[in-house]
Nanobody
Framework: QVHLVESGGGLVQPGGSLRLSCVAS????????MSWYRQAPGKGRELVAA???????NYADSVEGRFTISRDNAKNTVYLQMNSLKPEDTAVYYC?????????????WGQGTQVTVSS
């Protein structure tokens, strides 16, 4: 059974930093593309950052230069380092895994972790 467990969220002041972690189990982590999404109150879920199986990365314009996604295949973990946080970064952050199962692309989600940026 696939599990994605996020941690590292919390309350931080503007300009501060947080590092989110997502530990995966139940599938071959190194073969999955991993992403972080976020959903703010009253808004849709949006892609924040993604990392491929070969560690290529992509970021939303709103976080480019402030956030860094990385992965440790030995630990089955994907990270999101968030620096220079702004109030508009406040959201629930979700970990996502996309992997091929046969000819199907299967997506899985974690339960989310709350990030609140406020003074």
């Amino acid at each position: 059974q696939v599990h994605l467990v996020e941690s590292g969220g919390g309350l931080v002041q503007p300009g501060g930093s947080l590092r989110l972690s997502c530990v995966a189990s139940g599938f071959t982590f190194s073969g999955a593309a991993m992403s972080w999404y976020r959903q703010a109150p009253g808004k849709g879920r949006e892609l924040v950052a993604a990392i491929t199986t070969s560690a290529d990365t992509n970021y939303a314009d709103s976080v480019e230069g402030r956030f860094t996604i990385s992965r440790d295949n030995a630990k089955n973990t994907v990270y999101l380092q968030m620096n220079s946080l702004k109030p508009e970064d406040t959201a629930v952050y979700y970990c996502n895994a996309n992997r091929w199962v046969g000819i199907r692309l299967v997506g899985s989600w974690g339960q989310g972790t709350q990030v609140t940026v406020s003074s």
